[in-house]
């Protein structure tokens, strides 16, 4: 069971038209607390703003969440928002472009 779940429809240019996330109560039985629940929030809003899953558990976007975990967002992950969501139109053509990385580095 997962604790949030973020789904994207795209248009026919492959833009994202509308964006669903979805947050669960609890898993296995146990209820989140609130500051859970924001965690869970924050890291399915990097979804939806483009980001992926980290592999520092310190992040936000870290595939898992747990107690010991800040509850900030960090400089590196608004920048990778920044660059996710860096795009254009190139040459009148009315096509998006934009950074295609696989990661970035912080």
């Not at 833009?15 to 929030?41: C, W, Y």
């Not at 190139?90 to 990661?103: F, L």
């Amino acid at each position: 069971m997962t604790a949030g779940l973020t789904s994207f429809e795209l248009s026919w240019r492959n833009v994202i038209d509308d964006v669903h996330i979805v947050l669960a109560k609890g898993v296995r039985g146990n209820e989140f607390t609130p500051s859970q629940i924001k965690m869970v929030a924050q890291h399915e809003m990097g979804h939806a703003l483009g980001l992926g899953h980290s592999n520092s558990w310190s992040s936000i976007m870290s595939p898992t969440i747990s107690n010991q975990q800040p509850v900030v967002i960090s400089d590196c992950e608004i920048n990778a928002v920044l660059q996710a969501n860096a795009w254009k139109l190139i040459d009148s053509d009315s096509s998006p472009h934009s950074y295609r990385g696989d990661s970035i580095s912080c």
